[in-house]
Nanobody, 113 residues
Framework: VQLQASGGGLVQAGGSLRLSCAAS????????MAWYRQAPGKQRELVAS???????NYADSVKGRFTISRDNTKNMVYLQMNRLKPEDTAVYYC????????WGQGTLVTVSS
């Protein structure tokens, strides 16, 4: 399995969740890694990305609330999500940016108002 995301769940608005993603070494090494999300009826969008060296980039909608990180020794990517909003409800996926692997099942995040 190239990508396995976990950590989603149901949380109230204002709450926090931490997502984790295990990636294959082939996909992870030298690649920019990212979290994407797809809300019901919407297209998949890039939420946050991180280079191998740790430089990060965020969608405007999550800036200041989400933090992406990676552990290069474990081929893991994380997404700390704070001050969650109902509009953050979506299936969250991790994948590469420079080259993209087979999409996994993702992990569902539901934020209640």
């Amino acid at each position: 399995v190239q990508l396995q995301a976990s950590g989603g769940g149901l949380v109230q608005a204002g709450g926090s969740l931490r997502l984790s993603c295990a990636a294959s070494q082939t996909l992870f090494n030298l690649n920019i890694m990212a979290w994407y999300r797809q809300a019901p009826g919407k297209q998949r969008e890039l939420v946050a990305s991180i280079t191998e060296g740790g430089s990060t980039n965020y969608a405007d909608s999550v800036k200041g609330r989400f933090t992406i990180s990676r552990d290069n020794t474990k081929n893991m990517v994380y997404l700390q999500m704070n001050r969650l909003k109902p509009e953050d409800t979506a299936v969250y996926y991790c994948n590469g940016v420079l080259w993209i692997g087979t999409w996994g099942q993702g992990t569902l995040v539901t934020v209640s108002s």
